[in-house]
Every structure is written in C-alpha cells, then in structure tokens.
C-alpha cells in the first residue's frame, strides 16, 4: 500500500505559477505509475497528468498540454506537479494517485488506481 499526501494548493492569479507535491510512503512507490487527477464540482474526475516509473513517459490532458509539467524524485517519494499560465477553468481539487501497474497503459481510469492522496484546492482566479 502507498500511502499519498498532498500539498501547495491554493489560490492562484490566471497567468502566474504554482507547485503541487505529493509525498508517498510504501515500498512499492517507485515501481508505480503516479498521476495527478482533478475534480471540479459537478464534473467527473478527470485525469491531468501521469508519470511512468523512472519518468521516462509522461502524459498530458489536451486541456493543460504546454502548461503543466510533472515530474517525479524517486529518491525522496515525491511526484510534483508543475501548474504554469493556469486558467479560471483549471480550478479543481487535485489529487494524486498511484496506479496498479508500472508503465502507461491505453485507457487510465480513476478505477485503476489503488491508492489516493486526501486532494488539494486550486483555485485560479480570473
């Protein structure tokens, strides 16, 4: 089991930058595909990113391409999500999560996961 904390949400201008970390505990972190989701209110929760094991592949939602960036520092279990240029529309509670397997699989699906951080708020302003 991997247990995920996230942090660094909060209130943010359109235009400006914010970091998001998630610390995992558990000894099978490295081995995980790690992803951030986001969930706005009435909407389903959709993926934004994800990061392979070793960081080797990334995946980006059309939505946030060219924007965000993840990342992930094996050697200290965090996975980070870098939010540049956000829009009013990227507000959302994020979290982080750990999928089953070790490589991208077609589709990823919240179901996949097995392990959930509690989520952060971000907001962007307009």
């Known amino acids: 089991q991997v247990h995920l904390v996230e942090s660094g949400g909060g209130l943010v201008q359109a235009g400006g930058s914010l970091r998001l970390s998630c610390a995992a505990s558990?000894?099978?972190?490295?081995?995980?595909?790690m992803a951030w989701f986001r969930q706005a209110p009435g909407k389903e929760r959709e993926l934004v990113a994800a990061i392979s094991w070793g960081g080797a592949t990334t995946y980006y939602a059309n939505a946030v391409k060219g924007r965000f960036t993840i990342s992930r520092d094996d050697s200290q279990n965090t996975v980070y999500l870098q939010m540049n240029s956000p829009k009013f529309e990227d507000t959302a509670v994020y979290l982080c999560s750990a999928f089953r397997y070790s490589t991208m699989a077609t589709p990823m699906e919240p179901s996949d996961c097995y392990s959930w951080g509690q989520g952060g708020q971000v907001t962007a302003s307009s």
């Open positions: 558990g000894d099978t972190f490295y081995t995980r595909v």
